[in-house]
């Protein structure tokens, strides 16, 4: 999400109608798209009314830089991804999961330009590729178990691998001929292809991941429970409110739902594959 921020809710709270509770630290990371100052104010308004108290949502471009806030006191709940969710399970609360296209699951996408020959993984062996984040499940971890699975090594299977630091960054990446492929979250480019048709319209999908579960959204270590408790039942109750409803459309997503760890056992059992074919 670009630059480093916090953004402040710009809601009732200014005028006294919440109370001076301490404000709720909302981590988010590219897991959403890129520079939504309008729409996260509007959400902030709408939970800071139905919380009783301020939110404050801190934006990073990276997710491990959300993990060290986040596991370190800096946050009270955020916004992350399945991959670094099961490596901190321990340690943290699931608090609710986004359901997309009716169900709290998700893609990882592998795409090329809509112009080029590559029809597959396989062809873009020994070509330049864009990898979203390393703590990113869609973005890099399936690709890699996916390499592992073929006895190949993901590290020298492309002729060179960068990061772009975003899903969005990576779809421009290919858009613009930077990459011969990358890896992407499939919600961040089906929204993309809503919203913005003509740059998706340049790239192509040659691979589509088995679901898994979505980026969910989870609490701190010391997130009291009657927080968590609040802040479950706001967001599972959002579908059922005009305006909740209509922040959702602007996400692209139906609502939350309330999940368990085993939702996530398929990234957990990937990223043990992985590491161990790193091991050998």
């Not at 029809?119 to 990898?131: E, I, M, N, T, V």
């Not at 090594?153 to 975003?166: L, V």
């Not at 909740?244 to 990234?267: C, K, M, T, V, Y």
Request: net charge neutral; hydrophobic share 45%.
């Amino acid at each position: 999400m670009g630059s480093a921020r916090a953004l402040r809710a710009d809601s009732a709270a200014d005028t006294g109608a919440v109370t001076r509770r301490a404000p709720l630290r909302f981590g988010l990371t590219p897991v959403i798209l890129d520079d939504r100052v309008t729409f996260l104010r509007q959400w902030g308004a709408w939970l800071e009314a139905r919380l009783g108290r301020p939110v404050i949502f801190v934006q990073r471009g990276r997710y491990r830089e959300i993990m060290d806030l986040l596991l370190r006191g800096g946050l009270d709940l955020a916004w992350i991804c399945g991959y670094p969710y099961v490596q901190h399970q321990a340690d943290l609360s699931l608090i609710a999961v986004p359901r997309f296209q009716g169900q709290p699951l998700y893609r990882s996408y592998v795409i090329v330009a809509a112009d080029a020959p590559f029809q597959s993984l396989d062809d873009l062996k020994g070509r330049l590729f864009a990898w979203s984040d390393p703590d990113s499940n869609s973005g890099y971890l399936f690709p890699r178990y996916r390499l592992a699975q073929l006895g190949e090594d993901p590290d020298r299977y492309f002729r060179r691998a960068f990061f772009t630091w975003g899903h969005r960054h990576c779809v421009e990446a290919v858009a613009e001929g930077l990459a011969d492929g990358a890896a992407v979250d499939g919600y961040v480019w089906e929204t993309l292809a809503r919203r913005e048709p003509l740059l998706t319209a340049r790239t192509r999908v040659v691979l589509r991941s088995p679901q898994f579960g979505f980026p969910p959204l989870v609490g701190a270590p010391d997130l009291a429970g009657s927080d968590m408790a609040a802040l479950r039942g706001v967001l599972l109750a959002q579908e059922g409110d005009a305006d909740g409803r209509r922040l959702l459309g602007e996400l692209n997503l139906d609502g939350f739902s309330a999940e368990g760890p085993a939702l996530f056992q398929d990234i957990a059992q990937m990223a043990g594959l992985v590491r161990q074919a790193g091991d050998r």
